[in-house]
Nanobody, 127 residues
């Protein structure tokens, strides 16, 4: 069974940086898309960046373009480098996987359509 574990969350001042990681294990198929999402309590989970498995190229939602960077560290780990953080970036951050989907299609899928989610890591941006 696919398991995803996020790490690297924490508290940071506005303008600061954090690097999140997601360790994956138990892939069932070699063809998948993987990405980062975030959720503010009481609101819907939003996509941030989606990529094809093993690729460093990624799609980004407009609000994080130029500030967040997706990295495929190795076959089982992805990272999200977050710079110039703003208070509105405060949220729970999740990684997720969907099999047999392109990165572009993953970004438009509803949360329930994805195959696996991590438990999330909290990022707090405040002065």
């Amino acid at each position: 069974q696919l398991q995803l574990v996020e790490s690297g969350g924490g508290s940071v001042q506005p303008g600061g940086s954090l690097r999140l990681s997601c360790a994956a294990s138990g892939f069932k198929y070699p063809y998948y898309a993987i990405g980062w999402f975030r959720q503010v309590p009481g609101k819907e989970r939003d996509w941030l960046t989606c990529s094809s498995g093993g690729d460093n190229a990624a799609y980004y939602t407009e609000s994080v373009k130029g500030r967040f960077t997706f990295f495929s560290v190795n076959a089982t780990t992805i990272s999200l480098e977050m710079n110039s953080l703003k208070p509105e970036d405060t949220a729970f951050y999740y990684c997720a996987v969907v099999y047999f989907a392109s990165a572009q299609s993953m970004c438009s899928m509803k949360s329930g359509a994805l195959d696996a989610w991590g438990r999330g890591t909290l990022v707090t941006v405040s002065a």
